[in-house]
């Protein structure tokens, strides 16, 4: 492959059968069908807002595994390297509404997803883009993930690819891997653009103080961090010796919460490509985080640029 790409992200992606009405899943009768993955949710992010994207996996060669390409291959996602194995099955994810809250119940053990290795990967075609996003699910998904994301920071780190990394905290998976948070901390610190959220910081290092979670990071390699805060805002720091803190925007009415860092990171690495600064890229991705838990599904609410141009201006577009 000659083209440069602007992204490429690696992890898995799931079916969703996300509920179609509220209550027990017991008594739930009809779903609608979703994709849901943090990597690939970046992508189509991405994608939408004119950049060129590649996302890495691998998936069942089966209905739902074509499901999956066909939807992200729909929104401009390059999905060349992406293995379809006849042997395993895509991994698949329920979501419950309650009263009060979203359960959700995970069917991804042994998926096509969880078995990615080294040999799956086609490493030429790696070497050739600006930005590698990866994020924490993905070295928990099994042994053989971990070595693959292990061998992606040493293969970024050989060709001076930036690595953007999520920490993306599942305790699901955690409880299954006894030395994951060890692990999580060295892939944090390997990271050249660090996006976690305060309560995953907190986690990693026992305290909630921006100032010692940038410190650390920044002393460890890390050369961009920006630390979410949810509704509050978010607070970065780089080695260049820029710090300050970005107010998120207001949300009337937030639909779905799920979704919300990837929209972050959408906007933060689609400011860095259009050179914009890390203040402004911040600024960007809090927007973007803010459009998407308006809207139910992880990828429906990422907006196209002409979208958040009429979001900044508070303009409706009219179709006649």
């Known amino acids: 492959m000659n083209t440069q790409l602007d992204v ?17 899943l017991r ?15 970046v992508a189509i992010g991405l994608s939408k807002l004119g950049h060129s994207v590649g996302w890495v996996s691998k998936i069942g060669d089966e209905e739902l595994g074509h499901y999956m390409i066909n939807t992200i291959r729909g929104e401009g996602v390059d999905i060349s390297r992406v293995v379809l194995d006849p042997t395993e099955r895509t991994g698949l994810y329920i979501k419950e509404k309650l009263t009060d809250r979203n359960q959700v119940y995970y069917y991804r053990q042994g998926s096509a ?20 996003h990866l994020t924490g699910i993905t ?15 040493h293969f970024a780190k050989k060709h001076a690819i930036p690595v953007s990394f999520d920490p993306n905290l599942r305790h699901k998976l955690l ?13 944090a610190k390997r990271a050249d653009i660090l996006l976690p959220g305060l309560e995953e910081a907190e986690y990693l290092l026992g305290t909630r103080d921006y100032d010692e979670i940038a410190d650390f990071f920044l002393a460890s390699g890390v050369k961009k961090i920006a630390i979410k805060n949810g509704a509050i805002g978010t607070y970065y720091a780089t080695s260049d010796n820029e710090r300050g803190f970005v107010k998120s925007y207001p949300v009337s009415k937030a ?26 890229a911040i600024d960007r991705g809090s927007l973007i985080g803010s459009m998407v838990v308006s809207v139910s599904g992880d990828i429906e609410g990422l907006p196209t640029s002409r979208e958040i141009e009429a979001f900044r201006t508070n303009k409706q577009d009219v179709l006649r």
């Not at 008594?27 to 949710?41: D, P, T």
């Not at 997803?113 to 930005?131: H, Q, R, V």
């Not at 042994?143 to 920071?153: G, I, K, Q, T």
């Open 113 to 132: 997803a969880s078995k990615m290795a080294s040999s799956d990967i086609d490493w030429e075609y790696l070497s050739n883009t600006k930005i590698i």
């Open 175 to 187: 409880e299954k891997v006894p030395n994951g948070k060890e692990r999580l901390m060295d892939f």
């Open 8 to 24: 490429i992200t690696l992890g898995e992606t799931m079916v969703l059968f996300d509920a179609g009405s509220n209550g027990p």
């Open 139 to 153: 070295p928990l998904l099994s042994e053989s993930c971990f070595n693959l994301v292990d061998e992606l920071f």
């Open 255 to 280: 639909i779905d919460p799920i979704g919300a860092g990837d929209g972050f990171a959408t906007g933060v690495l689609s400011g860095l490509l259009n050179g914009s600064t890390f203040e402004e």
């Open 27 to 41: 008594y739930v009768n009809q779903f609608n069908k979703r994709i849901g993955g943090a990597e690939s949710n």
